[in-house]
């Protein structure tokens, strides 16, 4: 089970079926969807992705996923997840447009590589970001994410991979 995780400002909780619209309409924002995946997609289908949330992802605890609150109220989205194109656990975090220009995309990337390490025992974590995505980029940098390769997309596109070298947590004594 994805558990809740506390940064100083933001609160990354399961999804509920409750944050449906939320979701779409983070997801259907051209500002935020022109980065994430394939880019923007269709109401319809962006409902179907949050469905897959409940019903594939957390019914077979394929990775941890995450609604992204600041004071009560939907700012974003976060997950960490093994994929074949980093060789390795990726981090991937979308924020609201009004969330952006106050430091929570750097607290969001540093909870998810924290908990990479503390709780999946991971040594390295990676990114994969759009290369004119230069807000994203800038921020991984000035966390310790360095860019190791560059993927050529179907659509001639490239797409940068960056990782960070991270040290697990030591076990509890006990």
């Not at 179907?48 to 409940?54: D, E, Q, V």
């Amino acid at each position: 089970m994805t558990p809740a995780l506390r940064t100083g400002r933001l609160h990354l909780d399961p999804y509920t079926p409750a944050d449906e619209d939320d979701f779409v309409a983070l997801f259907q924002d051209t500002a935020v969807s022109r980065w994430m995946g394939d880019g923007p997609a269709t109401e319809a289908e962006d409902r179907a992705l949050f469905g897959r949330i409940f019903t594939r992802v957390y019914a077979q605890h394929l990775f941890d996923v995450w609604a992204v609150r600041r004071d009560g109220r939907f700012v974003g989205h976060a997950e960490i997840k093994p994929t074949e194109e980093t060789g390795g656990h990726e981090i991937v975090y979308a924020l609201a447009p009004e969330a952006w220009g106050a430091g929570l995309g750097t607290e969001l990337a540093e909870a998810l590589v924290a908990y990479g390490a503390a709780h999946l025992g991971l040594t390295e974590v990676h990114a994969t970001v759009a290369a004119p995505n230069t807000a994203s980029l800038a921020l991984l940098g000035r966390i310790g994410f360095t860019h190791v390769r560059d993927l050529r997309e179907d659509d001639g596109s490239t797409t940068r991979v960056l990782t960070r070298v991270v040290r697990p947590a030591p076990a509890p004594a006990g």
